[in-house]
């Protein structure tokens, strides 16, 4: 699927206060499905011996694409697209490998 025409389509579900000018909703909502994730993942070592069963990859996915919406719609309240974001992310990485500091720590490496 196309980036864009899934922030689109996304943006046609968005319902939360003031749609277009609250970046706060979104923000606050990625933390939130970014926990259960996290929770889901930490569940997995502590109950399952760090075996991902299918039923379990299951639920991440779906947690996942809650997490992406929430992505979405902040990059929307932006103005930006997420070919955009994707594009600026990969170009990031790159630079970082080609000066041999892909790894380490800081956002201006």
Not at 24 to 47: F, H, M, N, W
Request: glycine residues 10%; aromatic residues 8%.
């Amino acid at each position: 699927m196309d980036l864009n025409a899934y922030q689109q389509g996304a943006r046609q579900t968005a319902r939360y206060p003031n749609v277009g000018s609250n970046p706060i909703y979104p923000t606050l909502g990625l933390c939130g499905e970014s926990g259960e994730v996290a929770d889901k993942v930490k569940k997995v070592l502590r109950d399952r011996g760090g075996e991902f069963s299918a039923e379990v990859r299951d639920a991440l996915k779906l947690e996942l694409g809650d997490v992406l919406w929430y992505v979405a719609q902040l990059a929307s309240e932006f103005d930006f697209s997420l070919d955009e974001i994707a594009q600026s992310n990969l170009d990031k990485l790159a630079s970082r490998a080609a000066r041999n500091v892909i790894s380490g720590s800081g956002d201006h490496r």
